[in-house]
């Protein structure tokens, strides 16, 4: 009881004091939320499971058995065996990785980039607007799977490439997002006070506009990964992402495509995944969005 | 110390302020008086280094005001919003907001020059790391009071300081600025519609109408309400 009061103490006194109330104040949001609480549960599933994959998953995800072809869920292969006798839980657990991979990747890469990009298009406005702009729609009107394809076959397939072209291809909506943002507060007075005291145009972006920007490109790149994990299984079925022999969701899906009538489950569990996946991220990333919006905050 | 020689201010074609004049003496308490649209808010502007487009010499003491980015100007004077509610950065807690001052200029012992800043507009201590949302507007003026106060600036610019807060407020706030006056040897330059409060903080005041100066008056003169231009006396009369 101590340790609440002292957390939800309104005049902490000490800088951390403040942050920690901050945060504590922010999860029992989130933990009021159930749905929220539901998509927490999916990713720190994701997590666990990515990181324990090879004490987790009973069998190689990789070696083939070629006497086990094709087997149904049973007791010694949950979700059976696909064309190589390979049993397709311990490849889903090993495919988590890549999924995760390719999830954080593209947003360290993309989320970032889009802030820095309409944080200064929104600050400076006039033709830096202009011309940001001009390039995040450029970006915004090429459909993100054809782009991705279209890089992909430039860069050759393999998921570094993949994460590379979904990443372009998604930054344009953290841009639009953050300068829109921008806009609403760019003649705030506390921009010109902070302006008065003579600070320097990155300093003003960097720790007065983009703190400001954060939340939505958080809760909005949440939102988004359940469709960059679509984007990445999509390259990955159409053979452009993750090669063989790797447990890529997507081109899992696609190797049971042959098989589908007969032995459903070969594509099916990889499906699950996805689906699964996808709906944490954006059951959490719609809590988040509850949560972090300030007009929530007292 | 602060000194207007034919200044006029245009927006577009449109000039704002014409051939304005001014003269305000160090450690004076100057106001602005004018309706909304007078053009005094725009001279405000152009004093905090704000708008570029204007004609005419300005000078701040020593210095010869630049036009467009000047960065003497950051240490010679600083300003006080109207709004106490815009002018606090949302996320920022009190401690942040007059930390970061100083870390623009690279000064050192910020710990206790942020704990004497709070002392000198009297906030408690207890206040240092609230976000802006947790204090009330009084509290938030102190703040933005503080953080202008933060570079040692000898002119501090003053926008309505309290027109956006409660009356009882606006006692405390009009106090704390008279006696950091009187402490610091700060020159005000106000800019307000509100003469009782021109008539409790000020020495002077100009009278602006449509861009021009009508009348220049000492507060002895506001207080005997003895204006000589006939749009002075009607402020006067709206005004009770």
């Known amino acids: ?298 | 110390m602060i000194d207007l020689k034919d200044v006029t201010i245009r927006y577009g074609d449109a000039a704002v302020v014409n051939n304005v004049t001014l003269s305000v003496e160090y450690g004076q308490s100057f106001a602005l008086v004018g309706e909304s649209g007078s053009g005094k808010s725009t001279i405000l502007k152009v004093l905090a280094g704000q708008l570029s487009n204007w004609s005419g010499r300005i000078r701040l003491g020593e210095h010869e005001l630049a036009h467009g980015r000047d960065k003497a100007l950051v240490r010679l004077c600083q300003m006080v919003f109207q709004d106490p509610y815009g002018s606090l950065h949302p996320r920022k807690s009190v401690d942040a907001i007059l930390s970061e001052p100083l870390a623009i200029h690279g000064i050192g012992q910020r710990d206790q020059r942020v704990q004497d800043a709070m002392a000198a507009v009297g906030l408690a201590r207890k206040f240092r790391f609230r976000l802006p949302h947790q204090l009330s507007g009084g509290q938030r003026q102190r703040v933005a009071i503080a953080r202008a106060l933060m570079l040692d600036p000898p002119v501090l610019l003053l926008d309505e300081p309290t027109s956006a807060l409660d009356v009882s407020v606006q006692a405390e706030v009009l106090n704390l600025l008279k006696a950091l006056q009187e402490d610091r040897g700060l020159t005000y330059f106000m800019v307000t519609h509100d003469l009782p409060v021109v008539s409790f903080l000020c020495d002077r005041l100009a009278i602006l109408r449509q861009g021009r100066v009508v009348e220049e008056a000492t507060v002895d003169q506001l207080k005997q309400q003895a204006f000589r231009s006939p749009y002075g006396q009607e402020l006067l009369s709206h005004s009770h």
């Open chain 1, 1 to 298: 009881m101590m340790t609440v009061n002292w957390l939800m103490s309104d005049a902490p006194e000490t800088r951390w004091q403040a942050g920690l109330g901050q945060a504590y104040r922010t999860s029992r949001a989130l933990f009021a939320n159930p749905l929220a609480l539901v998509g927490l549960v999916i990713i720190l599933g994701l997590l666990l499971v990515a990181a324990f994959a090879p004490w987790i998953a009973p069998y190689s995800p990789i070696e083939s058995d070629l006497s086990a072809r094709l087997l149904p869920p049973s007791a010694a292969h949950w979700m059976g065996t696909d064309e190589l006798g390979r049993d397709i839980m311990s490849r889903i657990i090993h495919g988590s990785r890549i999924t995760l991979y390719i999830v954080l990747l593209v947003a360290v890469i993309s989320a970032p980039l889009g802030l820095l990009i309409g944080t200064m298009a929104g600050y400076f406005g006039g033709w830096v607007d202009r011309v940001l702009m001009g390039l995040t729609d450029i970006f915004l009107s090429m459909p993100r799977l054809i782009m991705a394809l279209a890089f992909v076959a430039a860069l050759g397939p393999g998921i570094e490439n993949a994460v590379i072209a979904i990443a372009i291809t998604a930054w344009p909506v953290y841009a639009r997002i953050a300068r829109a943002e921008t806009l609403t507060f760019r003649n705030a007075e506390f921009m010109s006070a902070i302006r008065m005291q003579g600070a320097s145009h990155a300093r003003i972006i960097v720790r007065h506009v983009m703190p400001l920007c954060l939340s939505s490109t958080i809760v909005r790149v949440t939102l988004d990964m359940a469709g960059i994990i679509l984007t990445a299984a999509g390259l990955g079925f159409l053979g452009l992402g993750a090669q063989p022999p790797m447990p890529e969701w997507g081109a899992m899906i696609s190797s049971g495509r042959a098989f589908i009538l007969d032995q459903w489950w070969v594509a099916t569990m990889p499906g699950f995944a996805i689906v699964v996946v996808s709906l944490g991220f954006c059951l959490f990333g719609d809590g988040l969005r509850d949560v972090l919006d300030p007009r929530n905050r007292t």
